[in-house]
Structures are given as C-alpha cells and as structure tokens.
C-alpha cells in the first residue's frame, strides 16, 4: 500500500491523555500517514501533545474541565471519567464543522479504549470507529475472567487475595484490581466499561503474537470484531519522541562511560505514580549500597512535599558520586538500547515493558498500580525476564540490583529477553506477524469507502 494511497482518506485519533496513552497512539498515527492516511488528533487541552513534533498531523484540541489544573491529578479514573463527560459535545460539534465547512470525510476514528466518548459521537455521525488498546492482551483477559466469575457469585471483596486466580496462573486476586481501595462493584462496573461490548469495528492491540498468541486467540475465539496486534508500535514507527516532559540527553554521554551491562536504569514511577521521602530514602541507599552505576529518573513532583530531588538524604549524592547520574526524564528508548544498560528496574507500565523487551534488557519489577501489576507477574513467571521486588527496602532493593546484574540467573533472564528481542525483530520486519496486521489493518479502514 505505502506512499501511493490518496491522502483523501482522513483518520481523527483520540488520544488518553496520560504519556503511556499519547505514546502508542502518536506512534500508530505515524505509522498510518506513511501508509498514506490524512491524520488529525483530537486532543484534550490539558497534557496536550506538542504539534511541532508532528508537522503532519493536524490537531483538535477539545476543553476539557481540567487542563487549568497543570499538575497531573492522582485520581485518574475521576480524570478519565470527567474527560469523557467534558469533551463528548465539543468533538461532535467539531466534526459536524469539520464535514460542513471542509467537507472532509472522515474514514474512521481511532479512540483510546478510555475514551468511551468518541466511540459514541462516532455513532451518531455514522463513522466507523476502531479501538486502540495500549494494554496487554492478559490484562484484558484476565480481568474480564474475573468479571465473570463475580457474575457467577464466585467472588467477594474476601476473595481478593494473595490467593492465585484459577485456571489464570500467575494471577493473583489482587493483580487484578485497578488499586487496592477499589470496591468489587466498582471494578467490574469499569472493567464492563473498557472489555464489554462496544461499538466498534475492530480492535488494535499494542502487543504482538510471539508474546501474547494464546491469549490474543482466547480473546479472539470471544470477540466478534477482527483484532489486529501490531505492536511494539514503537517498533515499526519511526516518530520523532512525543513525550509530554523534555528529555535529559546528557545521560547519554555518561552512559558511554559505563561498562557494558552495568548498569541499572531506574524508573519506577512512570508518569504518573509517586512515593514519600521515607521511601525514595530507601530507594537510593539502595542504589548506592549495590555498588552499581545507576541512572535514575526522578520525575519532578514524583516525591510528595517536594519539586525534585530536595528530599534525597544528606551525603547520598556526595557518596555515590560520579557513579549515579539522575535526570528528570530520559530518553529512555534509547538509554535502554544502550550497551552500557544491564538491567532497568521498572514499575512495569505496559510501554516500559515493550520497550525494555524490545531492547532484550531485564527487569527489577516493582508495580504501582493498575495493568502494571499483571505486567510484572508475566515478566517474572511467565516470560522470566525479570525479578518482582516486593517491598521498597534498601537491602532488597540492593540485593536484586546484584542478582539482575551479577549472578548467573540474572545473565540467564538477560539471555532470554535477548532472545524476545530477537522474536521482537522478526515480528515487525517485513513479512512478520505485525507487520501483516498492520497492512489488514489498512485494508480493513479501506474497505469502509468514503
Ligand atoms: C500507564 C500504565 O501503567 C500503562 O500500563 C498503560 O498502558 C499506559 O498508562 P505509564 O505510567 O505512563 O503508563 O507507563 P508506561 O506505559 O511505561 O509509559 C511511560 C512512557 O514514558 C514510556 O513510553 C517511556 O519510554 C516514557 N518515558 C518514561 C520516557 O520517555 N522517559 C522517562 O524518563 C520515563
């Protein structure tokens, strides 16, 4: 297809307006204007995506109720559920003035699988609407599993333990839960919302078939609608970053001074958890004790009471010298294919865990909340790239920095996520399976005609 499709052909992108949402959807807009698509993204206002990275895509910002806020709340279902309330009219409006005042027909609306509301607007101006989901396809599988068995009466707020899922290994009961606060009814009310029945004509799933093709069968043998898996998107998109945070390129130039495989990339947070300052004391006695070279992100705002790094503990910086180097955000596609990069301690976001497999690099996991903990389970018992942390305490911390990157069964998890690495190369290659889904999927938008 490539280059020689008519740009007569209009997609609208709705992007979640959190970094780990933005990322992939930017990235598949990309990957759709090469193939010959028109793009416009429509965007809330607040963390609103930087057009200058992006010369080819047009932009319709929508109010959205929260962009005079400028710091990301904590709440983000209470986020997500307002946005989608405060930018149903104004997206609907502006694709009736898009129609009218341009006569631009739109092929499809691509929407986060969050923002319920545009598969709705897509519906009363009769466009076809696909989902993009920028979780895995265990995740998905997973908590619809549990849906179910609280529908069959299986299930009470009791059950939700430490106690393995069945017939879902390594799940436990409470991998599942978007927090740990969380109500069952609550859950299941917003698990209905994002796995129910929906509207759309298809689904786009950030993932790829060498890692998740049992699941994504399971999910497809379920599902009315064709899925097509054509991640890492990161992988076949060859975008400029669109990260919402200006990136440190300095780390670069230390890393080059690094040994190979010696260092830990830190960066547990991603962009939206936080800690307190009696853990990120914890965190960096622990970076310092393991006598590794580390590069730490920490995201401003990330530690409570304070802008940055004010409440690292006195003498820390001093005594870890040159062989800590810390960053407010990182290139981190690149610092993780960076020779010097042993290991990457993550919470296990769903693009992190791409990434860091798509650069055959393993994980110290230390999930936040939501996907990421299902995320972490799958690194470490399923795909065993990985060590799961389990509590934020110095001499844990310390001890599975050395066992990622000194002892033999970290070289072992290393040796692995090379190999996914590889299986990663292939897929998105030409002829692989990504690749493929990829052209169904623009032969799919094809066939809706204009
Ligand atoms: C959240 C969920 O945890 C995730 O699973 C879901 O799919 C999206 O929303 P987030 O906390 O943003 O994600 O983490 P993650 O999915 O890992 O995305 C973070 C992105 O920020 C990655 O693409 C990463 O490369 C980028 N990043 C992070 C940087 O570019 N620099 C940094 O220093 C840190």
Redesign the pocket.
Known sequence: MGKQLQRSHRLVLVPCP????L??MLQLGTVLHFKGFSITVAHTIYNSPNPHNLPDFSFLPMPDGLSDRGVTSMDVVGDVLAVNENCREIFQRSLEKLKETQGEIISCIISDELMFFAEDVANNLKIPSIILR??NAATSFARSGLVKLKEKGLLSQDTLSNELVPELYPLRFKDLLFSLSETLENFSAIVTKIYGKRASSAIIWNTVSCLEQATLEQIQQQCKVPIFPVGPI?MIAASN?S?L?E?DRSCLSWLDKQPHNSVIYV?N?????SVNEKEVTEIAWGLANSNQPFLW?I?PGSVHSSDWIELLPKGFQDDVGDKGCI?R?????EVLAHPAVGGFW????????L?SLAAGVPIICKP?????KV?ARYVSHVWRIGLELEELKRRDIESAIRRLILHEDGKEMRARAKELKEKFEVCTRKGGSSCDSLNELVNFIMSFGT
């Open positions: 959190y970094e780990g949402h990322n992939p920028t979780t990161h970053s990260s945070i990136e960066s947070l991603g962009s939206l958890a992100v995201r960053v955000w990182a290139p981190q596609r993550s919470h296990c976001g769903w693009n992190s865990t990434e936040c909340f939501g996907d990421q995320n």
